[in-house]
């Protein structure tokens, strides 16, 4: 399982080189990387930086989230299990060590750089552009603030600075990369064997108990919370609003033209720089219709000339109000004379009248729904706003359900994918409900939340159930045959060990097979370049290309051992096969980089004062695997 931690992660000098914003949004959890966080609960003091629990805390958290998109088992337990506290702590510090010796070599990095660097992010864009509203809901849903991405992004800057200069001109020699390449044409030549995990007897209760709490984590069950909840109905809010004859009349004054009280014109139009022109494509209007003569007088087809159907005001607005009152004093089918504005000269006809615009009779049911949405728009606003006033007047939950009149469900612990032992999976709304209940503590209080399409709902985190395995008694069948299996599993071992010892004796592989009563080895021959383009190699394989010559390795596999073993290594000849090593001589170019930056940051820390509180990080690790109670 640490393998698909560290996979997953990288290596983190890589991403300090390449991380900017996928290490903001992945990786970075320093509260204050340019000035240190608070003193308490030290992980790491680097140089004036210091790196406490929370911080470390918080990238856990985030990272877990992030993780559980590729595999919903994983538990805050499990990766603090498998090493990913330390792996963390590995960032910050390195992160912060980086930015320290930056800082200190007088390297900065503005506001405006990090300007720069934002609105060019693909994520933050809507329709190609920077988009404020998207920028700040996908900094909500990673849990950061403004001010702490931005302080995060300058560090990401800051690093890079010091990285690329020296990053970017390496090179790799010719033999380097030949004798890479080497490696990838030898070929190695050996055999495998099979010890199965034969049945030896049933596992007692005792040893069932110590395998269950060996492997506690394949039983975790994930965080569970519980929450409180009330809808808001907007619906019913808005139907309680009553809209006065007044406000409607007065609405309907104010802005006509939206609720279709202005008469319309289909209008045609021609705009030319200069007034002799404009004349002469009036007259040539009254001669031969206003579409001829904007064909030959200006060049202008049919669909130059079309305005479209519009009121006086949208008219006035596109072109002036000298315009549009000429225009709409015209009958259907008139001609105007040349009117200046900013644009030009006009020469607009009237191709039809449109509508005669609506009395107030006529549009009163629009004016008053749309009021009463608005006021209703308004009276939820004023209810939210209500309730978070009551928040941080310090009312219960309850408290204010009971003002407001909101009924109040309570729901038993479910994990974020809203999944419950005998439960049913929750759906629709309650599932968004549950997801939201992992984004705040306890401690927050009522929140409202909006599920989208108008609906809200306020809602209260209420239980923290932390990952932890069930009882024994409740899985005792699975950990007995799990233990079972595990006596199986030992047993085989023993005997493909033994097959390993014998050899190393001096006896010949078949013959040590023969010996334990196993089958004759199956014959292997390989190359990596064989392998290379695999998509999942197995662990076998791995042993026995990366064995040497003479070497026995036992490796796990489905249902027993594998015995795998290297006779021999031929060496092979790279120049054989066309392009391999230049395909080599990229390949090592592309991981220069990685292990340059790796050295500066191992740098960086030996360069800057760095104390790191080993005792905290594995009292931190203890607390979220529970290992310390154990």
Do not use: C
């Not at 290297?566 to 990229?586: C, H, K, L, N, S």
């Amino acid at each position: 399982m640490i393998s698909f931690f560290r996979r997953y992660l990288t290596s983190w000098p890589v991403l300090v080189l390449f991380g900017l914003i996928l290490v903001a949004f992945a990786i970075t959890g320093v509260n204050d990387p340019l000035g240190g966080s608070a003193p308490g609960s030290a992980v790491a003091k680097v140089g004036s930086r210091t790196i406490t629990e929370p911080d470390v805390l918080e990238a856990l958290d985030r990272q877990v989230r992030d993780l559980r998109q590729r595999d919903p088992s994983v538990t805050q337990a499990m990766a603090a299990r498998e090493g990913l506290v330390e792996l963390i702590a590995d960032q910050l510090i390195g992160r912060a060590a980086m930015e320290e010796m930056a800082s200190d070599a007088g390297l900065g990095a503005s506001e405006t750089a990090a300007d720069e660097v934002i609105v060019g992010i693909p994520a933050f864009q809507s329709g190609g552009k920077f988009d404020q509203a998207t920028y700040e809901r996908l900094l909500a849903q990673q849990g950061l603030t403004d001010r702490k991405f931005r302080q995060s992004l300058r560090g990401d800057l800051l690093r890079e600075q010091v990285v690329k200069p020296i990053t970017g001109a390496l090179a790799v020699p010719d033999g380097v990369a030949e004798l890479y390449a080497r490696l990838l044409v030898d070929r190695h030549e050996g055999g495998i064997a099979l010890v199965p995990a034969a049945p030896v007897g049933q596992a007692t209760a005792a040893e069932a108990e110590a395998w269950f709490k060996a492997n506690a984590a394949r039983f975790t069950i994930p965080e569970r919370r519980g929450f409180r909840y009330a809808f808001i109905d907007n619906a019913a809010i808005t139907d309680g609003i009553t809209v006065s004859e007044k406000a409607v009349a007065d609405a309907f004054a104010k802005d006509p033209a939206k609720y279709g009280a202005s008469p319309t014109r289909v209008l045609e139009q021609v705009v030319v720089p200069d007034e002799a022109k404009a004349k002469a494509l009036a007259a040539a209007a009254a001669r031969q219709g206003f579409a001829a003569a904007a064909q030959s007088v200006a060049g202008f087809g049919a669909a130059d000339i079309a305005v479209g159907t519009l009121t006086e005001a949208a008219f006035a607005k596109a072109t002036s109000a000298d315009v549009a009152k000429a225009a709409f004093a015209l009958p259907a089918g008139g001609v105007s004379a040349p009117i200046k504005s900013a644009l030009g000269w006009h020469v607009v006809r009237v191709a039809a009248l449109g509508s005669g615009g609506k009395t107030l009779d006529q549009a009163r049911a629009a004016v008053a729904a749309d009021l009463k949405q608005r006021l209703g728009q308004d009276a939820v606003a004023d209810v939210v706003n209500g309730i978070e006033d009551g928040v941080e007047a310090g009312k219960s939950f309850a408290d204010i359900a009971k003002e407001l009149k909101l009924t109040v469900i309570t729901q038993s612990p479910v994990t974020e994918k809203g999944i419950a032992a005998g439960q049913p999976p929750l759906s629709g709304d309650l599932a968004t409900i549950a997801a939201r209940a992992f984004k705040h503590e306890s401690a927050d209080g009522p929140v409202v939340e909006d599920l989208g399409g108008g609906r809200l709902v306020v809602m209260e985190t209420a239980t923290v159930l932390p990952a932890a395995p069930p009882p024994l008694k409740e899985v005792m069948p699975l950990a007995m045959a799990g233990a079972t299996q595990d006596k199986a599993m030992k047993a085989a071992k023993a005997k493909a060990d033994a097959v390993v010892a014998a050899i190393a004796k001096g006896t010949v592989f078949p013959k040590a097979l023969a010996d334990a009563g196993l089958p004759s080895p199956r014959p292997l021959v390989a190359r990596r370049l064989d392998l290379a383009n695999a998509r999942d190699v197995p662990e076998a394989a791995r042993a026995f290309m990366n064995g040497a010559p003479g070497s026995t390795q036992v490796v796990a596999v489905p249902g027993g051992w594998a015995i795998v073993h290297v006779d021999r290594i031929v060496p092979g000849d790279p120049r054989a096969v066309p392009g391999m090593i230049e395909q080599t001589r990229r390949e090592l170019g592309a991981a220069l980089p990685e292990e340059m930056a790796e050295g500066l940051a191992k740098a960086s820390i030996a360069a800057v004062k760095t104390d790191r509180n080993n005792a905290a990080i594995r009292a931190l690790r203890q607390r979220l695997t529970g290992d310390g109670a154990q």
